[in-house]
């Protein structure tokens, strides 16, 4: 950016009311992406906030930017024609479980394959808030709600696993209350060229609360969350002496200074390794055998579509010998009439 | 040598080539009237093809047809009958026989007849010794082993030689018509310019045509002399190339980049394969995941400044239903081409029909005016796609764009315009540096919002599905808002009216009847018009592009007539829209529901009916 401006937080609120529920997770994910924002060395009129239906998706209306609130499951469409037609521009899809995982499932899995440039911030609160609790593509099996009064039959997603079988290239997970954890957590995401998903686990204090207090209550938190690090090992735990290994092939928790466990055997995180494999195995990880991975756990390098769309278009107009609509017009078997 | 015959002199001729799905027959036709257009004929053709892409071979399903009429005055249609049938199989000939003119010429690969063959095209008896063929002219030619010979020599397996007998064929076809040839062996050197064998074979086997009709003087031939047209420089163009090329027109002419978001869909995929092919214009094309992202990653690309556009069929538009309604309640301009189909759902998806009007006019949940157009002939669908693009950018408006199979795979030779020549096209975009932007501010006394494009300082503003409070584009629930902006977004449709020609009136302005029609219709109409004028028979006949609104003198022009005939390729649906704008006319009406263009009789004898009655 050759003109350097300063923003805060506040140059990203809009003059709007916000009408999320109080106590609302979408308002600490939304003050930790106005703060990320104002540092991110971009001009405001340069970031689009495109959001689909649900809850989450009344955010463009709070933000000070430009903001597209499209239909159901949409978003990732019209979000990819908007980064695909102007690539300068910072392009932030808000959605949610329902949004992107159900209606827009289609859309989702076909913009991480193409990875274009858009950075994706999945709401996953487990349940439909605006239409006032029904079960969603993720919610747990089993789960009492109005559409599923006897119980869901239906096994969720893991949307970390959706990510990296179709061929994400980011995906990382936060928790909705650590604003400041997720503001870098966002600056990563822009950083990231190509699709970049984070997924926060959003509460929903109407409608599913506390359905993630087992990961977020403060006591237990330490033992129950692993927050990543790129090049670090994977150790968590208040006295920091748990970690993950690799044996046979899968994921298993250890005790450092047990059974002969030392801090050196204990897994490095390496976010840009090229294979899925264990970026898959850990994203898939469930407390309670498992503490729930958190921060960035894949983020590789590959081609992004847009710049190849547009590279494409200059390579052609380079050796086309049709550059005007007048060429194109009299190309090809033309004859004249006297 | 045979004696010489005698040359016939035609006004205009009716050729169909017809064959197996896999026997080369558009090709065949193309070149035929590609040639003959070059030679100063006026040519009109038809292509009608399975859907299926390889069909049985041999089955009268399977059957691939070209048909192409060609005169020395202009003409409109295809032609409802062929003067002469290249048939290259049983199955072809079965198919066909009910489309050939008594007394017609009908050209067989006679060693295709075989027990087999006849079977698979369920022929009883062979139709070439059972007299099913005695009121036409018939010419058997041993063409599947005349092509072998005249490969003689050449380092070929027997199926490769064998697949170059439609070039024999087409050759036998040339000298019937005394074309010449030099265009195809151009057209054969540059396609196969890899493969010099077949270059050579396929060269071989259009002279060995050409020289066997000419050696056996088979039958006479004939002369159909060049047209009197305006001067210019012309060229053959399909109603798919041409929309295309109508919307990249458009897009030049704005001074921005044309988008296609689109999805693969019949008979409208040659759009999005022709965007594609235009990179060397800069135009962006997206093939999406779906009908639905087709038009999403286009309104995305609308709301980033790009001149934006979908194409689709039938089925894709009924997916593109709800987010049509979001470009008309963002007021973004979008450019939807409809190329219809037989419908209901997967229909009949290679065939022509003008159902789609009603859902293109009505198709969307709440009130959702959006402006439709429709091209009438191939070659104008450049016009229309470029109105389309004109009328979208001008208003900050979706406007779909009707066209049909039967525009969209006929071809028309085209007299090419001058970008120069064109309308200009404006739009809304708000210049960098401006201040005070307000989302659904209109501008001057007209309903039109401005076009505020992400990447400008001082303009972020947020649009969406929900409704907005005028002026300031904020989420409004107020009740008396939504109905002003209800009547806003009708009233910035309703406008256009002042921006589009009165409607046109070939002959009288009144009379006893007037024949109506709209779209792909207008080559048969406007033929069985003047055929029936030139029996004396008087009737006016208007034919619509405008469909919503529609031109400003439409009750006028309904009003000077006793009796109204709508000719329709649907159910009614264009009589059931006036009507309801003007309920005080006589309406009658003639449909055809069969995947197929009208036929000149059958209009003629319709319209002659109504004259009667």
Avoid at chain 1, 42 to 60: N, T
Avoid at chain 2, 131 to 148: D, E, F
Avoid at chain 2, 284 to 289: G, L, N, R, V, W
Avoid at chain 2, 362 to 372: D, I, K, L
């Amino acid at each position: 950016m050759s003109e350097k401006t300063k923003y805060t937080f506040k140059d990203f609120k809009s003059d709007q009311e916000v009408r999320w529920c109080p106590g609302c997770g979408d308002i600490a994910i939304m003050s930790s992406i106005q703060k990320a924002m104002a540092n991110m060395d971009i001009k405001k009129e340069d970031y689009a906030v495109i959001s689909g239906i649900g809850c989450s998706s009344r955010f463009p209306y709070y933000m000070n930017t430009y903001g597209f609130h499209t239909i159901h499951g949409r978003a990732g469409a019209i979000a990819s024609g908007v980064k695909t037609a102007n690539p300068k521009l910072s392009v932030w899809q808000i959605t949610g479980d329902g949004d992107a995982l159900a209606i827009g499932g289609n859309h989702f899995i076909h913009e991480i394959r193409r990875n274009i440039d858009i950075n994706v911030v999945l709401f996953n609160n487990q349940i439909y808030g605006l239409t006032k609790g029904q079960y969603s593509p993720t919610s747990e099996y089993g789960i009492k709600t109005k559409t599923s009064p006897y119980g869901s039959v239906e096994k969720p997603f893991n949307p970390g696993e959706l990510v990296i079988g179709s061929s994400g290239t980011f995906f990382a997970r936060g928790i909705d209350n650590n604003v400041r954890e997720n503001q870098e957590l966002f600056m990563e995401v822009e950083k990231h060229k190509g699709t970049s998903i984070v997924e926060i686990l959003q509460n929903c204090v109407i409608y599913n609360d506390g359905v993630y207090s087992y990961v977020t209550n403060r006591k237990e938190k330490a033992d129950r969350q692993l927050h990543l690090k790129h090049g670090e090992p994977m150790i968590f735990g208040k006295e920091k002496d748990k970690g993950l290994i690799l044996e046979k092939g899968k994921l298993k928790v250890v005790k450092i200074g047990e059974e002969g466990i030392k801090k050196e055997d204990i897994l490095i995180h390496d976010a840009k390794e090229q294979s899925p494999i264990l970026h898959y195995q850990l994203s898939s990880l469930q407390y309670p055998e498992f503490p729930v991975i958190l921060g960035v756990i894949r983020s590789i390098d590959a081609p992004t579509y847009e710049v190849a769309v547009h590279n494409q278009i200059a390579e052609i107009q380079e050796l086309s010998n049709i550059n005007t609509m007048d060429q194109l017009l009299n190309s090809g078997a033309t004859w004249e009439v006297e | 040598m045979s004696k010489k015959k005698a040359i016939i002199e035609k006004d205009h001729v009716v050729i169909k080539f017809s064959g197996d799905s896999g026997d080369g027959m558009q090709l065949t036709g193309t070149q035929f009237s590609e040639t003959s257009a070059l030679m100063g004929n006026t040519v009109s053709t038809f292509p009608d093809f399975p859907a299926e892409i390889r069909a049985p071979k041999g089955t009268v399903g399977g059957v691939s047809g070209f048909q192409l009429h060609i005169g020395q005055e202009e003409v409109n249609t295809p032609g409802d009958f062929a003067d002469i049938l290249v048939a290259m199989n049983p199955a072809a000939l079965k198919a066909n026989l009910r489309w050939i003119k008594n007394g017609g010429t009908i050209i067989v690969d006679k060693n295709s007849f075989t027990e087999k063959n006849l079977i698979k095209a369920t022929w009883d008896k062979n139709p070439l010794t059972s007299g099913v063929l005695i009121n036409y002219n018939l010419i058997q030619a041993p063409i599947t082993s005349l092509t072998q010979v005249a490969c003689e020599g050449l380092e070929l397996n027997k199926k490769t030689v064998v697949r170059s007998k439609n070039m024999f064929a087409l050759g036998m076809v040339y000298w019937l018509f005394h074309r010449e040839m030099d265009f195809t062996e151009n057209f054969i050197e540059s396609k196969f310019k890899k493969k010099p064998l077949i270059v050579e074979a396929n060269k071989r086997v259009l002279s060995a045509g050409y020289n066997y009709a000419l050696n056996l003087q088979l039958t006479q031939s004939y002369r159909v002399n060049r047209a009197i047209i305006k001067k210019g420089t012309y060229r053959n163009i399909n109603g798919n190339i041409a929309t295309a090329w109508g919307l990249l027109a458009a897009a030049e002419k704005a001074g921005l980049q044309l988008f296609l978001g689109s999805y693969p869909i019949t008979p409208a995929t040659e759009i999005l394969q022709e965007i594609s092919v235009r990179k060397d214009l800069g135009a962006i094309s997206f093939q999406a995941e779906d009908e639905i992202a087709g038009i999403c990653t286009s309104i995305g690309a609308a709301f980033a400044g790009k001149f934006a556009t979908t194409s689709t069929s039938g089925p894709g538009l009924a997916l593109k239903s709800e987010a049509i309604g979001l470009a008309v309640i963002t007021e973004l301009p979008l450019v939807v081409v409809n190329v219809q189909r037989g419908g209901p759902s997967t229909g009949l998806p290679t065939k022509t029909e003008q159902s789609d009007l009603l859902q293109a006019l009505y198709g969307r949940n709440g009130e959702s005016p959006v402006v439709v157009v429709a091209a009438s002939t191939p070659s104008n669908c450049f016009r229309y796609a470029y109105v389309a693009g004109k009328i979208a950018l001008e208003n900050m408006t979706p406007v779909i764009l009707l066209t049909d199979g039967f525009l969209a795979n006929g071809s028309r030779p085209w007299r090419i315009p001058k970008m120069s020549e064109l309308p200009e096209i404006t739009h809304h975009i708000v210049p960098d540096g401006t201040t005070d932007y307000e989302a659904y501010r209109r501008t001057g006394d007209t309903m039109i919002r401005k076009w505020a494009i992400p990447g400008t300082k001082g303009l972020e503003h947020r649009i969406g599905g929900l409704e907005k409070m005028a002026i300031t584009g904020t989420v409004s629930y107020v009740p008396e808002n939504h109905q002003v902006m209800s009547d806003e977004r009708k009233q910035k449709i309703e406008d256009i009216k002042k921006q589009i020609p009165d409607q046109p009136i070939n002959g009288k302005t009144e009379g006893d009847l007037l024949v109506v029609g709209w779209g792909g219709t207008f080559g048969h109409l406007v033929t069985a018009v003047n055929e029936l004028r030139e029996e004396g028979v008087e009737l006016s006949f208007t034919h619509f592009n405008y469909i919503f609104p529609l031109p400003a003198n439409t009750e006028e022009v309904f009003s000077n007539f006793k009796k109204i005939l709508v000719c329709e390729l649907n159910d009614g649906q264009f009589v059931k829209y006036i009507r309801s704008y003007f309920p005080q006319f006589n309406y009658v009406q003639y449909n055809k529901i069969q995947g197929l263009p009208f036929t000149v009789i059958e209009l003629k004898e319709n319209i002659k009916k109504n004259l009667e009655g």
